[in-house]
């Protein structure tokens, strides 16, 4: 395949960005606990979008998730999973949190 | 048409043909696998998220959490799924099973310290009387660190066995295949330590 | 800390060595009766003399007549997977009959409970955590993933399931739950903390005996192994339908077992997670879910029931399936409503998800999540409703046949639609309040499992069984058995609406009120009627099997069927089909019938890949139950010999090449055309016929429209 060597440089080339999105993203949820810049209340919710950040890059880089047809049902799959995971999850922390808060 | 189009899986390069649709099926199978761990690791988070206050007087994060240690393991843990994924890049263009043998390798290796500086952790732990026994916080951060840490220990025992069926046998479909999804595992065991280092570590002393 | 306060080996008051751990020979129930008789060690020896006389009649049986060889090579290797269907559903049976064994001593003990029954509390609770566990676990799901198993490959034109070994080993997951909980007859004692086995009451504190730990391993290990059903069905349906078999064309039956699937899928894991933490507590001395150091039972309450609800939704959904297959074929009309019918299907699946709450209303959370959960669990009997309205306008001037499937189906109409207005009642958080942990929950659990889910079990026995064995079952002693079931439920369970309202808490051991008196004998005659109903079940197969010949229908089509399986002969060929069929339409069965081409020879055959015969469900089985037992008694060794040896296999394993079985066209085409020469040999019997030993499976089609 002529163009193969193409394509595999744009893979590595993906790969590369994935691991340099990784790394500042990762440097960057340290830093906000280490060098405590943001005032109190906010470095909590600054790990969890960065985390999630981190979350969707790791998907679409390394997992290969993309919005192309083939990988359809991956994504409703993975889709649907999140859906059930955040109805059990949320709901669990929210039942949980309410009965510590009424004992 | 680019081999990219072509092709059901495009990290396996197979081509048409009843490999690459058993592959498909194979590959597809073990997303639905994932997901049910996926769901596995969101729940023992739910339950670590209503323990986080539990600790019965015993140690808290503060005590537990050393954060540079957390930063090396991370290193080492992305650095072996960036290792894994050039071993994927390598089976795919037909680098040779030496290239791919290399990087995966090094995939391994890198997870085997990441285990190590995990063990030194709990270990440490253990010596400051951390232990999951003392409260329910310490149950729920043992039971999280450690779920993911036999996950990465069983990773570590299919790279083995797919190291050697390649020695065998050489990078067949089927063993392509069995790469492709090892992979998988192993990117989604980084996302979850993604989720641990953040929410049980970070935002544990943030 | 105090290492005595959690290590679980010496000092914990157990008697404890290395080779047998904890277990000795007083744990032997066989033996009890004649150290300390009494009645209730007269009633736990006598079941576990039954369980052990039973299994040597069996492995007798098999010497004697020289069996072994062909059960193992033509059943325990098999990846059939008819074959593992069947023996999923008979797994189901020999569980169940111990369930009704329960049943009958339950309602004796609970006829007899006024100021205290004949049974000891401790065995009281005993007999009534094991009948939930079996029938829930052991029963019931075996039912649904037999039927799941044979039905869902030849319904969408494939050959096997997507992994047919991963099959075998969810089958042997499943046995190792089961002969846990039968050697828990036998050697020890089961736990006593209800089916749900609650902790703290289950915990080490409490309880530190091998009750819970039985349990634990029993529904942790044969979990993993419904999870992987439900993988395995929900790969096989997503990739493999026939060619020209879109979603909107499957079978009814299979839209059920896809959302069936995707709740194993997604439901399994919090059982899984509430298991291992429990196991976690009582082991190893964690605290998830004691009483001191941070531990939290409610957790295991929400976990427990985020597995829970869904799980009712597992069980009912493929009996949906079955009912709607049942209205369609025995009334010879399509199916009024396909599409509400998916789409109440689909949002049954997605809300069962969204009100685990609804069974802990009272543990103490704030109104607001009640009502929250109590709306959410309202709304999911809408779509129930609609099914139950498809269903009957289904009916609606069709050509029904009062065979034994459309008993059941009577009988389930009847009672499934008052066991769901109960549950509207219950879904409202201020009555539920009030008859919450009363014996109205029993009748309500019951009024929905036993017609919705075991009636639909027992119809789809009677419609599938001649397509498995090539021979329809006796249809008057079905008649009678599916009378017997309906009397039997009535009267047990019916009662216990009442006794619920006024008072009377479930799993109590004994009750004040001379009022219950009337209600519990009542339940106890409907308990005898159920004993009888599952005797009838043993006598419709013996008789069926005496007169074979006349019910044969070896050509497959006894009821005028309208889905692909019945276009294969009767038992169809391990294959499937002799070449994979092209959908044009909704029943594709039913469609080429109506176009005047079923049964044509094909043009051309091809050699037909299948997969070989595996150990690994035997194997998976030995090793697990060896974990679930060592840990349960502390046989360390034992656990972590079979825990070894189970990892080196899974190491080694993908190393040898399974190579496919090859079946030459030749052979296909020989037997194909053997089957097509017989039916063109015969008459299409008429449906008035169906009973007769005229049906030899192959029906004149009476359908007033088929697509």
Not at chain 3, 334 to 359: D, E, N, Q, R
Request: glycine residues 10%.
């Amino acid at each position: 395949m002529s163009d193969a060597s193409d394509e595999e440089r744009a893979e590595r080339r993906l790969y590369s960005i994935g691991l340099i999105l990784s790394v500042v993203l990762t440097v960057a949820s340290f830093a906000t606990v280490t060098t405590g810049i943001l005032p109190r209340g906010w470095a909590i919710p600054a790990l969890i979008v960065l985390a999630l950040t981190q979350i969707v890059v790791h998907l679409r880089v390394f997992l290969h998730i993309d919005l192309t047809r083939q990988k359809r049902e991956d994504l409703q799959l993975l889709l649907f999973t999140v859906l059930l995971l955040a109805i059990m999850g949320f709901g669990t922390l929210w039942i949980m949190a309410n009965l510590a808060e009424r004992m | 048409m680019s081999a990219k189009a072509q092709n059901a899986h495009p990290g396996m390069n197979l081509g048409y043909g009843e490999g690459a649709r058993k592959a498909e099926v194979d590959v597809f199978g073990f997303w639905v696998f994932l997901m049910t761990d996926l769901v596995t690791f969101g729940l023992v988070f739910a339950i670590f998220g209503t323990m986080v206050g539990a600790t019965a007087g015993g140690p808290g994060p503060e005590e537990v959490t050393d954060l540079r240690s957390i930063a090396i393991q991370t290193a080492l843990l992305l650095g072996s799924s960036f290792a894994f994924s050039w071993a994927s890049l390598s089976m795919k263009y037909d680098r040779g099973r030496g290239r791919t043998l290399i990087f995966l390798s090094f995939a391994a290796t890198s997870a085997l310290g990441f285990l190590v500086m995990e063990f030194i952790d709990l270990r440490h732990l253990v010596e400051i009387g951390a232990t999951p026994q003392r409260s329910g916080y310490l149950s729920a951060l043992w039971a999280l660190v450690g779920l993911h840490g036999l996950h990465v220990a069983v990773g570590l025992l299919g790279v083995g066995s797919l190291t050697g069926q390649i020695l065998l046998y050489g990078l067949t479909d089927k063993i392509k295949s069995r790469v492709t999804r090892l992979g998988l595992y192993w990117h989604f065991l980084d996302i979850v330590w993604v989720g641990i280092f953040s929410m049980v570590y970070l935002a544990g002393v943030a | 800390m105090n290492e005595d306060a959690w290590t679980p080996i010496p000092g914990s008051g157990f008697d404890w060595n290395p080779l047998t751990g904890r277990l000795h020979w007083g744990d032997l129930k066989l033996l009890e009766v004649f150290e300390d008789p009494s009645i209730n060690s007269f009633v736990a020896s006598a079941a576990s003399w039954i369980a052990v006389l039973a299994a040597l009649a069996i492995v007798i049986l098999l010497t004697v007549k020289r069996r072994w060889g062909w059960l193992w090579s033509e059943w325990l290797v098999s990846v059939d997977h008819k074959k593992i269907g069947i023996m999923y559903i008979l797994t189901g049976f020999v569980m169940m009959a111990r369930g009704v064994a329960e049943g009958v001593v339950m309602r004796t003990h609970q006829a007899t409970a006024y100021q205290g029954g004949f049974l000891s509390n401790e065995h009281w609770a005993e007999l009534f955590s094991t009948h939930g566990t079996v029938m829930i676990f052991f029963v019931a799901m075996p039912f649904i993933t037999g039927f799941m198993n044979y039905l869902i490959p030849l319904q969408i034109g494939a050959r096997d399931m997507a992994f047919p070994v991963l099959n075998q080993i969810s089958l042997g997951l499943t046995a190792t739950g089961g002969a846990l909980v039968m050697i828990s007859l036998v050697v020890g004692a089961f736990e006593t903390g209800g089916w749900t086995a609650y902790p703290p009451f289950t915990g080490a504190d409490f309880d530190p005996g091998p009750g819970p730990d039985y349990w634990v391993w029993a529904i942790v290990l044969s979990g993993i192994g419904s999870m992987l059903s439900g993988l395995n069905f929900a790969v096989t349906i997503y990739k493999l339908r026939a060619p020209g078999m879109t979603f909107m064309r499957m079978p009814v039956f299979c839209w059920t077992a896809l959302c069936t699937s995707i709740l194993l899928v997604f439901a399994l894991p919090p059982l899984t997670v509430a298991g291992l933490m429990q196991a976690l507590d009582r082991l190893a001395g964690f605290h998830f879910f004691t009483n001191d150091l941070g531990g939290n039972m409610m957790n295991y309450a929400n976990l427990f029931w985020m597995f829970g609800h869904p799980e009712v939704y597992i069980l009912i959904l493929p009996a949906y399936g079955i009912y709607s297959e049942l209205t369609a074929t025995f009334a010879a009309k399509k199916l009024y409503g396909y599409t509400s019918l998916v789409l109440a299907t689909m949002s049954i699946a997605v809300v069962s998800f969204c009100v685990w709450l609804h069974h802990f209303y009272t543990m103490g959370q704030s109104p607001t999540i009640n009502a929250a959960f109590g709306i959410a669990t309202g709304i999911i009997a809408i779509p129930t409703g609609v099914k139950v309205y498809v269903w009957m306008a289904t009916l609606w001037r069709g050509r029904i046949r009062f065979t034994v499937p459309m008993i059941y189906m009577a009988g389930f109409f009847m009672l499934f639609v008052i066991g769901g207005f109960s549950g509207i009642i219950l879904a409202n958080p201020a009555i539920n309040w009030q008859v919450h942990n009363t014996q109205f929950i029993v009748a309500h659990f019951h009024n929905v499992l036993l017609p919705g889910l075991i009636f639909g079990i027992f119809a789809g026995v009677h419609i599938w069984f001649p397509k498995a064995f090539g021979f329809r079952l006796h249809e008057r002693a079905g008649a009678i058995t599916a009378f017997l079931w309906i009397a039997g439920f009535s009267l047990t369970f019916l009662p216990l609406y009442v006794v619920g309202l006024l008072g009377y808490p479930r799993r109590s051991a004994a009750f004040e009120d001379p009022a219950f008196i009337p209600y519990m004998i009542v339940t106890l005659c409907g308990a005898f009627v159920l004993l009888s109903a599952f005797i009838g079940l043993i006598v419709t197969l013996w008789l069926s099997v005496r007169h074979r010949d006349e019910l044969a229908v070896p050509l497959g089509d006894p009821w005028d069927g309208r889905t692909l399986e019945w276009a294969t002969p009767s038992p169809p060929p391990h294959y499937n089909f002799a070449v994979i069929p092209e959908i044009t339409g909704r029943d594709a069965f039913a469609t080429e019938k109506a176009e005047g081409r079923p049964y044509v020879t094909p043009t051309e055959y091809r050699d037909i890949h299948m997969p070989r015969d595996s150990v690994a469900g035997v194997f998976v089985f030995l090793c697990t139950t060896a974990i679930g037992f060592g840990l349960t008694w502390w046989i360390w060794w034992l656990a972590i010999l079979g825990a070894l040896v189970l990892l080196g296999w899974m190491f080694i394993y993908p190393f040898f090449d399974r190579t496919d079985e090859v079946i030459p066209a030749e052979t296909v085409r020989l037997a194909n055309e053997a089957w097509i020469a017989a039916i063109s040999l015969r008459e299409g019997v008429d449906r008035d016929d169906e009973t007769t030993p005229r049906n030899r499976g192959f029906a004149a089609t009476d359908m007033e429209q088929a697509t």
